[in-house]
């Protein structure tokens, strides 16, 4: 990939473990991207990628109940995102679930894509679109779907 990401890394700590796993599989590729990740997930994605001898710009946020997720949505508000990747326990309740369905609907209403288990992320950046440059994803339309108008233009 010709093209430099940045790349936000979430997980919550029942899914830390997948994450790591998936840093390390993807380390040739994460390395030449920036990454940005909540606290506890950054410092073990940094020390995870340094066993591997591999050293990509991190950026480290507060911890996610602390504040990372908002700090993230705030960047995907800004086009500051390329790619998030978000490894969610949904098998425990979150005391900042408000932050983590806010990080989720940023992601939806400024079209960035998100990866929540790993074989989506595997799929998102292995994508060839990255570095398409006649690509152009087309922004999300918040409108009323007008069947007349749509069956008129397919006959």
Request: glycine fraction near 4%; charged fraction near 25%; aromatic fraction near 6%.
């Amino acid at each position: 990939m010709r093209r430099k990401l940045t790349i936000a890394l979430v997980a919550h700590d029942h899914r830390k473990a997948d994450m790591v796993e998936w840093v390390i599989f993807n380390s040739d590729f994460l390395s030449e991207h920036h990454l940005v990740c909540t606290g506890t997930t950054g410092s073990l994605v940094r020390e995870a990628l340094n066993r591997e001898g591999v050293n990509p710009e991190i950026t480290i946020m507060n911890s996610g109940p602390m504040g990372g997720d908002a700090e993230i949505a705030a960047k995907v508000v800004r086009k500051e995102i390329d790619l998030a990747v978000f490894l969610i326990d949904d098998l425990n309740a979150q005391p900042h679930e408000a932050d983590i369905m806010m990080l989720l609907r940023q992601c939806r209403v400024h079209n960035i894509p998100i990866a929540c288990n790993r074989y989506s992320a595997d799929l998102m950046i292995t994508s060839s679109m990255w570095d398409d440059n006649t690509y152009i994803p087309s922004p999300p339309r918040y409108e009323k779907f007008d069947r007349d108008g749509w069956d008129a233009q397919t006959k």
